[in-house]
């Protein structure tokens, strides 16, 4: 499995912008389809984006398509969210998450401890 660390969230004003990174060890990374989620208070754990293993392919949900960036770097083991445009109902402890493909969180086999990310209006 891929032990995941994320990190880069915090507290930031509407339309502004934060970088998450999901730093990766062991030797799967490389080959694994990386997503994010993100889980708001009292709602279920939700896709946001994710990465094909070479970086080819990628996926969004609806809400964040435009606003947010899913990359990674393969000599590094990380992934990146760039996420731009901001908005309150972004707030939400954010995970990056490996071993799946799809969008559901039950994909998924080796997970993040998650970092908060809140939006002020």
């Known amino acids: 499995q891929v032990q995941l660390v994320e990190s880069g969230g915090g507290l930031v004003q509407a339309g502004g912008s934060l970088r998450l990174s999901c730093a990766a060890s062991?030797?799967?990374?490389?080959?694994?389809?990386m997503g994010w989620f993100r889980q708001a208070p009292g709602k279920e754990r939700a896709f946001v984006a994710r990465i094909s293993a070479r970086g080819i392919s990628t996926y969004y949900t609806d809400s964040v398509k435009g606003r947010f960036t899913i990359s990674r770097d393969n000599a590094t083991n990380t992934v990146y969210l760039q996420m731009n445009s901001l908005k309150p109902e972004d707030t939400a402890v954010y995970y990056c998450?490996?071993?799946?493909?799809?969008?559901?969180?039950?994909?998924?086999?080796?997970w993040g401890q998650g970092t908060q990310v809140t939006v002020s209006s």
């Open positions: 062991g030797h799967t990374f490389s080959a694994a389809t």
């Open positions: 998450a490996a071993g799946g493909w799809g969008v559901s969180p039950r994909e998924y086999t080796s």
